[in-house]
C-alpha cells in the first residue's frame, strides 16, 4: 500500500484543518488505517484509528472530541479532522495501515506514508 498524506499547512489557534491520506495498491478496504504525529524533539504518538469498514474508531484520550477520523473507501481515503487547534497540535503527521485491529501502536503498522506538517500558530 502507498500512502500519501496531504492537508497540511500554518493554521491559527483555534482554527481547524482536515487531513487526508490516499492510499494505491492493495485494497484499501482490507486495512485499518492510522494517524500518528510527532513533534519536534518528541516521540512519534498516536494520534487516531479507524477500522477497515469504517465502523470502529479509536482516538487518543487526550484529543478526543478535537479530533475525528473517518473514511471514504471510494476513494481509498482516510481523513483526520482537526478542532479547536492548539500550539500542541504543531507537528509532522502520518497515516499508516495495518492489518491488525485499531492498533495504537506504531510498530504495529505495515505501511506509512510520508508525513504532512501542521503548524498551529498563536
Known amino acids: 500500500v502507498q500512502l500519501q498524506a496531504s492537508g497540511g499547512g500554518v493554521v491559527q489557534a483555534g482554527g481547524s484543518l482536515r487531513l487526508s491520506c490516499t492510499a494505491a495498491?492493495?485494497?484499501?478496504?482490507?486495512?485499518?488505517l492510522g494517524w500518528f504525529r510527532q513533534a519536534p524533539g518528541k516521540e512519534r504518538e498516536f494520534v487516531a484509528v479507524?477500522?477497515?469498514?469504517?465502523?470502529?474508531?479509536a482516538i487518543a484520550d487526550s484529543l478526543k472530541g478535537r479530533f475525528t477520523i473517518f473514511r471514504d473507501n471510494a476513494k481509498n481515503t482516510v481523513y483526520l479532522q482537526m478542532n479547536s487547534l492548539e500550539s500542541e497540535d504543531t507537528a509532522v503527521y502520518y497515516c499508516?495501515?495495518?492489518?491488525?485491529?485499531?492498533?495504537?501502536?506504531?510498530?504495529?503498522?505495515?505501511?506509512w506514508g510520508r508525513g504532512t506538517l501542521v503548524t498551529v500558530s498563536s
Open positions: 499508516a495501515a495495518a492489518a491488525l485491529f485499531l492498533p495504537t501502536i506504531a510498530t504495529r503498522y505495515s505501511y
Open positions: 495498491g492493495r485494497t484499501f478496504s482490507n486495512y485499518n
Open positions: 479507524i477500522s477497515s469498514e469504517g465502523t470502529r474508531q
